[in-house]
């Protein structure tokens, strides 16, 4: 089989940080070639060289034996590269016609004419059946239609290599398996893949080789059908993994979170996102919500956060209404929160390291006096959770968030949120888009937490996860909780007729959907 692709003794450095170490890559026509690393191990950087973003310091490219010098990602994609990354890049008030011809619009008379466009969209989408709608909002369509339409836009630029960063991350289930058959089709048709990933699952399902990258450097490729996850594993972390996480029996307490008759819509509108939601979670206890993306957990978790203010009902924190309360009064009453999105809601990425380790405690009279901000003392309060929780950045606290590694900035994210020895923690995709090892870090600290007799909530797409953590598991399905199950009693099958809306469990019999 031809090498469509060499990366020869690729090397990047940035301030602090040798992010890519004399890599050598090779990637054969009609292959799934997975690149497999902790977060930080140099994935995205070297695919982020490929595809013309950055220079590389030292190192060659060939593509199709020939050195070519990438200078910049139009340049790449005129040469048959094209890349899905892991936060999309697309304009939420555009079309997806609009968002797939941005920057190679056909202009007539100065007029943006996309007659042609649209129609090639289609043949596109029906051809790898995407089912992505050309004239819908960026802005009203799902993050895995998002996806597709990331998708689409390299197909509509006629790339033979696809490289897809992380491209499960945000997705359920049900869309990573539309995914993985969408990816058997392209090399079918002879094109290549590189799938850059953490979840072993789908490596050993979709991918042909796998190259493992280790604190960026170069660590062998191996055959799939000739390895497993544990030496995957090994050579990603040095180590084999505890893919199940060792817990004790829960000593459980009284109720700290206490939710009633819970209802919230859009105003203006008649349908409840949230109907009249009603559940507990004590001191000592992992309750998981599960449920397939787009049935209240969002509006659920902004509920109970203070990022919706207009819910009907009860939130109750160790008995003291929250509902009226601004987030800071949440916050401050004994509430920790690791948002879904940590971008958006988690972090201020042109912030430093340790600023945003404060940034729930700023104000404390520990870290200001008189208005002044210590900085010797947030200095020192970073540096040392920067030790405890395994935050890696090339200038420690004087890092900026940005150029985190996803996987650091979530244990950031961590970091900050356990350290302030809330009542109730409420993690919300907490492992989203990391690496085995990461994960296993995070699960041993919800359960240390868990253990320390604080209650946690979790809300997680992944089933894995929420069998692996939880002591109790609230299903939710169209706004309404729909079981509450004990996880040594039910199984995947079980919970997914939940999911669809397919079974209702006991005592919710009369709550109708």
Do not use: W
């Amino acid at each position: 089989m031809n090498n469509v692709l060499t990366m020869r003794n690729i090397s990047k450095s940035f301030p602090g940080i040798k992010a890519n170490d004399s890599i050598s890559f090779e990637l054969r026509e009609g292959e799934v070639h997975a690149i497999l690393g902790e977060n930080g191990a140099g994935k995205s950087t070297l695919m982020n060289i490929l595809f013309g973003i950055y220079k590389p310091d030292e190192g060659e490219i060939l593509l199709n034996g020939e050195v070519v010098d990438i200078k910049g990602p139009n340049h790449a994609y005129e040469l048959g590269l094209g890349m899905v990354h892991q936060h999309f890049q697309l304009v939420q008030n555009f079309t997806v016609t609009e968002n797939i011809v941005l920057g190679i619009e056909d202009v007539r008379y100065g007029l943006i004419s996309t007659k042609k466009a649209r129609k090639k969209i289609i043949e596109l989408s029906e051809k790898y059946k995407l089912n992505v709608d050309p004239d819908a909002l960026i802005s009203d369509i799902s993050v895995g239609m998002q996806q597709r339409v990331e998708i689409l836009k390299v197909l509509y630029r006629n790339a033979d290599i696809l490289i897809l960063d992380e491209p499960t991350a945000v997705l359920t289930p049900q869309q990573i398996s539309d995914l993985m058959n969408i990816i058997k089709t392209f090399t079918k048709e002879g094109k290549s893949v590189i799938f850059i990933s953490h979840k072993l699952d789908e490596i050993m399902n979709v991918a042909d080789r796998c190259s493992v990258l280790k604190g960026g450097k170069y660590q062998g490729t191996l055959e799939i059908s000739k390895t497993d996850k544990n030496e995957l594993t090994r050579r990603m972390v040095g180590r084999v993994v505890d893919f199940k996480i060792a817990k004790k029996k829960p000593s459980i307490g009284d109720k700290v979170l206490e939710v009633t008759d819970l209802t919230y819509r859009l105003k203006g509108s008649d349908k409840a996102l949230l109907d009249n939601i009603s559940f507990h979670v004590k001191a000592g206890e992992v309750v998981s919500l599960a449920g397939i993306d787009g049935n209240g957990q969002t509006e659920l978790i902004y509920a109970l956060t203070g990022l919706i203010h207009n819910a009907e009902g009860s939130v109750r924190l160790n008995g003291k209404e929250l509902n009226q309360l601004s987030i800071r009064q949440r916050t401050m009453s004994g509430l920790s929160h690791i948002p879904e999105d940590r971008h958006k809601h988690g972090l201020v990425l042109d912030y430093t390291l340790e600023y945003n380790l404060v940034l729930q405690e700023y104000f404390k009279e520990r870290f200001q006096k008189h208005g002044v901000l210590q900085f010797d003392t947030i200095t020192e309060h970073s540096e040392a959770l920067i030790s405890s929780f395994d935050i890696r950045s090339g200038r420690g606290p004087k890092t900026t968030a940005k150029s985190m590694s996803g996987g650091n900035q979530q244990k950031a994210i961590l970091a900050r949120e356990i350290s302030r020895s809330s009542d109730l923690l409420i993690a919300v995709q907490p492992t989203r888009g990391l690496d085995v090892g990461a994960i296993e870090y995070i699960h041993k600290q919800i359960i240390a937490e868990r253990d320390k007799g604080k209650a946690v909530f979790v809300a997680s797409l992944e089933l894995d996860e929420i069998f692996n953590i939880s002591d109790r598991i609230l299903v939710i399905y169209e706004g309404q909780i729909v079981a509450d199950l004990i996880p040594e009693d039910t199984s995947y099958e079980e919970i997914g007729l939940y999911m669809s809306g397919s079974k209702r469990g006991k005592g919710y019999e009369k709550n109708p959907v």
